[in-house]
């Protein structure tokens, strides 16, 4: 985002950039049409969208009405990666997705776990820990893989000697943030037996909403010096995103992993910032991402094989019934 701030500023240099609504209505239009990988997925007439709008933006008065005409036009979209972030406290932000804001998760609370499940806890780092449901069942709790892979290499290494000896693992992720890919790859790898395709992947490269790269292969194989191959337990909730759902894409192929929760975000796409003539920012999923499948999950997201959800009545109890029906499968 840095780089783009940048590039913006040199491009402005020596003229006064054109700040009206209608340009900063064509420049958001613009930035989607040329880079936005989920047209044809989600079946958007972004040609539409720009008819529908532009009179809206050309009569726009303020930065609520044209706040107002930009989440409207967002809004077809229905992708949790698609913000506009105005730095404004009166106009707050914007997610595609939520038609709003993503609301704050209420079935799942970290420190219930923390604090009422676990007989041991080792935190390795802010969004990486592993410890003990009992003295038999392994736990290990991931918000995010934002940090280097290095981190996170040495993180589940120490999680898996420490857990070698449990008889099944309960792996959660139910708050996931997102982050790398190849951390999701890397890290599924830890907990499989054989090379399984989990995903593939393309994005745009060109004008038109069909053009993309050469789509990518992704494999979950066998990863590190040693594998967990006995019962694992994923858990997800709607909280899910991005390369926490990769990374149950790539769970989900391995034979001893079940999938148990809610079903993921849905929203899996590479993601750019763009910078509005008005400083606004909006954020552009540029790929189009699928499961071995085939099929796009993008804006349904990924299903789990066995639905638990818990009620906010019960967390605010400290109870954690998705964790205990998980705890109780590998008993």
């Known amino acids: 985002m840095t780089i783009l701030f940048s590039s913006c500023q040199e491009i402005m240099v020596g003229h006064e950039a054109d700040k009206s609504f209608e340009s900063n209505f064509q420049a958001t239009w613009e930035k989607f049409d040329s880079h936005y990988g989920l047209f044809l997925v989600k079946n958007v007439d972004w040609n539409e969208v720009y008819s529908s709008h532009l009179p809206r933006a050309r009569a726009a008065k303020t930065d609520a009405e044209l706040f107002s005409v930009l989440s409207s036009a967002l809004h077809t979209l229905n992708d949790k990666h698609v913000n506009i972030y105005t730095n404004s406290p009166q106009l707050t932000d914007y997610n595609s997705g939520e038609n709003g804001h993503i609301p704050a998760?209420?079935?799942?609370?970290?420190?219930?776990?923390?604090?009422k499940y676990l007989t041991e806890y080792n935190e390795e780092s802010e969004d990486f820990g592993y410890g003990k449901l009992s003295a038999d069942i392994g736990y290990i709790h991931v918000g995010s893989f934002q940090d280097k892979f290095s981190v996170y290499e040495k993180s589940i290494d120490k999680a898996i000697n420490a857990l070698s000896s449990t008889k099944g693992i309960?792996?959660?992720i139910r708050d996931h943030k997102g982050g790398s890919d190849h951390v999701s790859k890397y890290i599924a790898g830890r907990f499989a037996k054989s090379k399984k395709l989990f995903m593939t992947s393309k994005k745009r490269n060109g004008p038109r909403h069909d053009q993309f790269e050469a789509a990518l292969n992704?494999?979950?194989e066998p990863t590190g010096k040693t594998q967990y191959t006995k019962p694992v337990i994923l858990l997800t909730t709607a909280t899910t995103v991005s390369a926490g759902e990769t990374f149950t894409?790539?769970?989900r192929e391995n034979d001893n992993v079940t999938h148990l929760g809610t079903t993921t975000a849905g929203a899996f796409s590479d993601v750019i910032a763009h910078q509005l003539p008005n400083g606004w920012i909006i954020t552009v999923g540029i790929g189009?991402?699928?499961g071995s499948d085939g099929k796009s999950y993008e804006g349904r997201g990924i299903m789990p094989k066995i639905i638990s959800e818990n009620q906010k009545s019960d967390v605010l109890n400290g109870v954690d019934k998705t964790l205990e029906m998980a705890r109780e499968r590998l008993r």
Not at 105 to 115: A, I, L, N, P, S
């Open 105 to 115: 998760q209420e079935g799942f609370d970290f420190k219930v776990v923390r604090e």
């Open 170 to 172: 309960v792996f959660d």
């Open 218 to 220: 992704w494999y979950v």
């Open 249 to 251: 894409f790539a769970m």
């Open 288 to 290: 189009d991402y699928r």
